[in-house]
């Protein structure tokens, strides 16, 4: 899949990227959107919760990768389980 979105992206005249840069591109983009929720969570915790505004997500590209994987066990924790970050727990 990544030789084919490397074959798009090439095409269109800009620049020639291979499939690993394609892929390791992304995987940037994902780790640099999950670091801004976590950061955002982290400063609502100081302020006593609320919910997610995206704030923290400044460009509209990380905006809609948050939005893609909102639902995953790999941005949000797993729904139910506990943190082991939270006072008291442990």
Do not use: H, P
Request: neutral net charge; proline residues 0%; aromatic residues 6%.
């Amino acid at each position: 899949m990544w030789t084919k979105i490397a074959e798009v992206i090439s095409a269109q005249g800009i620049a020639v990227r291979t499939a690993d840069e394609c892929s390791n591109k992304w995987q940037n983009l994902k780790r640099e959107s999950k670091a801004a929720v976590t950061s955002e969570k982290l400063e609502r915790r100081k302020t006593g919760g609320g919910t997610l505004t995206l704030t923290a997500v400044a460009d509209e590209q990380k905006v809609r990768i948050v939005e893609m994987y909102k639902d995953s066990a790999s941005f949000n924790g797993i729904i139910g389980g506990l943190d082991s970050d939270e006072a008291g727990l442990f």
